[in-house]
């Protein structure tokens, strides 16, 4: 059975291919990656603080805020760059006094396009039964 890289349930996903030509250095260019996607989200969304943590094995947190984490996952040079409400035990603890799942989709809602922009090479066009995706290049933003 085939699979695709992994992101969170609820995600705004932008796809990236990691360059990885004979010259290029795999962990220098995620690590170029990752600093380009810690300093492009919070330029762009100043509410996002860095943040060093993961969900499950896959999905890297790099930042987050009071409603969304916002992450890197990797599979066989596929990157997927991606903003998901937060599931954490402290969001879930507050969000009981004070609830914020909901605020949290809809702020996602409203800054997905945009972020879908900032960091999106490449979209998600289908997926196979096996687990398999297929994509296409985005044309380049003017």
Not at 30 to 36: D, F, K, M, N, P
Not at 82 to 88: F, L
Request: charged residues 25%; contains cysteine; aromatic residues 12%.
């Amino acid at each position: 059975m085939g699979r695709s890289v992994s992101y969170p349930t609820g995600a705004v996903v932008a796809f990236r291919l990691l360059e990885d030509g004979e010259d290029d250095d795999a962990d220098w260019v995620y690590e170029c990656l990752v600093g380009e996607i810690i300093d492009t989200t919070k330029a762009s969304f100043p509410s996002f603080e860095t943040f060093d943590g993961w969900r499950g094995r896959e999905d890297r947190i790099l930042l987050r805020n009071a409603f969304a984490d916002c992450g890197i996952s990797t599979y066989s040079g596929l990157a997927a760059i991606w903003i998901a409400p937060r599931d954490d035990a402290l969001f879930w603890e507050a969000d009981s006094s004070c609830p914020r799942a909901a605020r949290a989709r809809h702020w996602i809602a409203q800054v997905g396009p945009h972020f879908e922009r900032l960091f999106g090479e490449l979209k998600m066009v289908g997926c196979f039964s096996n687990g398999e995706a297929i994509f296409e290049r985005l044309p380049p933003c003017i």
